[in-house]
């Protein structure tokens, strides 16, 4: 499955269901299913670890509307990428690595 690293806090806010908008400052052609993860700096309870699936269905500059489901200001340069279906799992170790990348998960 294809899978995407976040920093806390916002791992921690998509987990709560309090962020539906992660943003980067780059774009992929990829719609569908993707892992979610959480870095392993800083420390957390689910850092270095998978601990949710969502679909990411939407990818677009940055608006200011997107600033409170994206937990974040607008910045330069700015991408939202729009995810729904965010579904907690049981958190297992992954090794992260930068952009969107593979881990073999199965729902």
Known sequence: MKAISLKEPWASLMLKGQKTIETRVWKTDYRGKLLLCASKKPESSISGKAFAT?????????????????????????????????????PFEVKGSLGLYDVDFKE
């Open 54 to 90: 969502a679909s990411l269905i939407e990818i677009r500059p940055m608006t200011k509307e997107d600033e409170t489901p994206a937990c974040c200001k607008i910045y330069d340069g700015a991408y939202a990428w729009i995810l729904s279906d965010i579904t907690a799992i049981k």
